[in-house]
């Protein structure tokens, strides 16, 4: 069966708001939830950055639900033993609910601390090389490691889960992908490629889930929901690199400026026909992934969940 859950934005929402959506999405049935990390949001619009660790410790508390970053970059921005630890003090208070899901990160984030943004197949070393440090230190051992980018020395974490945090990692293309089959104990990606999951399956992944998530925008007015999600996250529409290369959220406004709201329109899911939205969800499934996160764009979360509680939910696990 596959598992949906729901797609919390610290980029859109303060941690008062994310608290609330998650017992809301508690109560209207999904599965699990997803979690951004980010220093900076896309753009002004969305106008929030709260630190995930902060806001996760919350959630341990106020929902029942599996948790999952999605994603952290523990490569430039932190160092990969900073995030073994709040990883796994996150899984100790969720009583083992928590999975890591980890990428390579983009410009936004990451730069802020005046280092060179290294290049792509640099990161993904990065990425590698930082997988292996976490798994070192959520056995509770001592670790002392020197690798080309990270040196850990003497470095033991006392308060750890019973099972290690499972780490899935995120990929968007094939060289991502064949890391994320070689080294993660899952895979996430953004949209319902078959072809990636296949080379996922076949070059490790086996029977590791596949994650996958999406934005919609739900509202009566169909055209007002794809001006919101023009405004809001048109930077989901940027072509090619932009969205690991720009610095700031200028440059993406400056970016998505050149997006329509007819381009927002065809692109996301908007209004309040539930066909399309039980069809946007359903192509994840049908192309071979196991869990599904959906995130709504804008303040109308309580509406959202409404609909989904009633009208989607129920006839996607019939379809199931």
């Known amino acids: ?65 599996p948790l999952e970053t999605a994603v952290t970059c523990p490569t430039v921005r932190t160092h990969p ?61 001592e670790v002392n490691h020197v690798g080309a980018h990270y040196t850990v020395e003497n470095a033991r974490l006392y308060t750890v889960p019973d099972e290690p945090v499972p780490i899935d990692i995120s990929g968007f293309g094939p060289k991502a992908t064949a890391l994320a089959a070689r080294v993660g104990d899952g895979y996430i990606t953004m949209s319902p490629d078959e072809t990636l999951v296949t080379q996922y399956r076949k070059g490790g992944g ?6 996958g998530g999406l934005k919609v925008a739900y509202g009566p007015d169909r055209d007002r929901a794809a001006r919101q999600a023009r405004e809001l996250w048109g930077n989901e529409l940027l072509p090619g690199e932009m969205a690991q290369i720009l610095p700031t959220p200028s440059h993406f406004e400056q970016a998505t400026s050149l997006v329509t709201d007819e381009m ?32 709504q764009i804008g303040p109308d979360q309580r509406g959202f969940f409404d609909f989904y509680r009633t009208k989607v939910l129920p006839r996607l696990r019939e379809e199931d």
């Not at 390579?104 to 290049?119: D, K, Q, S």
């Not at 086996?206 to 994650?211: A, L, N, Q």
């Not at 908007?270 to 196991?290: T, Y």
Request: hydrophobic share 45%; with cysteine; charged share 15%.
């Open 1 to 65: 069966m596959t598992e949906y859950g729901y797609f919390l934005s610290t980029e859109e929402f303060g941690p008062a708001d994310l608290l609330d959506q998650a017992r809301m999405a508690e109560q209207a049935g999904f599965d699990a939830l997803w979690i951004s990390d980010h220093y900076h949001p896309w753009n002004g619009a969305q106008g929030h950055s709260p630190f995930v660790w902060s806001v996760l410790g919350a959630l341990a508390e106020a929902v029942s639900l």
């Open 81 to 141: 033993a900073v995030v073994a630890q709040a990883a796994a003090t996150t899984a100790v208070m969720t009583g083992g609910r928590f999975r890591l899901g980890v990428g390579t990160g983009e410009a936004l984030n990451e730069h802020i601390l005046g280092g060179p943004w290294p290049a792509a197949h640099v990161r993904l070393a990065m990425l590698e090389e930082a997988v292996q440090v976490l798994r070192a230190l959520f056995t509770g051992e």
């Open 206 to 211: 086996g029977g590791k889930p596949v994650s």
């Open 264 to 295: 927002a329109a065809d692109s996301f899911t908007c209004g309040d026909d539930p066909d399309a939205h039980v069809a946007a969800l359903h192509a994840f499934p049908e192309a071979g992934f196991d869990r599904v996160y959906v995130g």
